[in-house]
């Protein structure tokens, strides 16, 4: 896996800040990557956007520039263009959300006390961890997921017995339920009739006792003195 040893962000020709690597230290990487800067095609707004590479020896430097914010880093040619432009575009979004428009007047290395410790730690993480390059990553993620669902695909297949058991077992939760719903609704027809008949049965009581009441009062069951 190739290794980024510099990386520079820039407004134009003014570098805001920098980083070199191990390797790169004591170079004249930082030379280079200023005339590279100073080198590039003038745009308008809007219209400066490019992303570019130049060999210089044993050496490529990538060059990413969006919305007049230049990112550049050297790579050795062994990490080819897809890692270091990923690099590139991580770097940029990083520093525009850090600085915003901060970035379009900074003096020059305003930024650099700061932000180069973001470049070392994505640099060392775009020249070291195989996740860095994303094509590579898509491609471990799906063959994860692929096996993922073999292993469930064959753990349902094991599975078969349990999963026809399971099914007979539902059946008779059913069976179960409807039987239970057949009670429940006996039991409360029941219920209702006893009701009934314990209503009606309090009524004759109470009946009989205003009658035997009314008999006393009246002096007579036929009511005599009652009756006119």
């Given at each position: 896996?190739?290794?980024?040893?510099?990386?520079?962000?820039?407004?134009g020709a003014v570098v805001l800040a920098e980083h070199y690597g191990a390797s790169a230290a004591g170079g004249n990487a930082g030379a280079v990557a200023r005339q590279v800067l100073e080198r590039l095609p003038a745009g308008g707004a809007g219209g400066d956007d490019c992303n570019v590479s130049?060999?210089?020896?044993?050496?490529?430097?990538?060059?990413?520039?969006?919305?007049?914010?230049?990112?550049?880093?050297?790579?050795?040619?062994?990490?080819?263009?897809?890692?270091?432009?990923?690099?590139?575009?991580?770097?940029?979004?990083?520093?525009?959300?850090?600085?915003?428009?901060?970035?379009?007047?900074?003096?020059?290395?305003?930024?650099?006390?700061?932000?180069?410790?973001?470049?070392?730690?994505q640099m060392d993480y775009y020249s070291n961890d195989a996740s860095a390059d994303r094509i590579n990553r898509m491609r471990g993620e799906i063959d994860q997921v692929?096996?993922?669902?073999?292993?469930?695909?064959?753990?349902?297949?094991?599975?078969?017995?349990?999963?026809?058991?399971l099914v007979d077992k539902t059946a008779t939760m059913q069976g179960n339920t409807m039987r239970f719903k057949r009670q429940a609704r006996r039991f409360r027809n029941t219920m209702w009739w006893r009701n009934v008949k314990?209503?009606?049965?309090?009524?004759?009581?109470?009946?009989?006792?205003?009658?035997?009441?009314?008999?006393?009062?009246?002096?007579g069951f036929t009511l005599p003195s009652c009756v006119p």
């Open positions: 896996m190739g290794k980024i040893e510099y990386a520079v962000v820039a407004r130049y060999t210089q020896d044993l050496h490529v430097f990538h060059v990413k520039r969006t919305d007049g914010l230049t990112a550049l880093c050297m790579a050795d040619d062994a990490a080819g263009r897809r890692v270091p432009f990923a690099f590139l575009e991580d770097i940029h979004g990083r520093f525009v959300k850090a600085y915003g428009r901060a970035a379009l007047t900074a003096l020059a290395y305003a930024m650099n006390d700061e932000f180069s410790r973001v470049l070392a730690q692929r096996n993922v669902m073999i292993d469930n695909i064959d753990r349902v297949l094991e599975r078969g017995e349990r999963l026809e058991l314990l209503t009606a049965a309090v009524i004759f009581i109470l009946t009989v006792i205003l009658y035997l009441v009314l008999a006393y009062m009246c002096h």
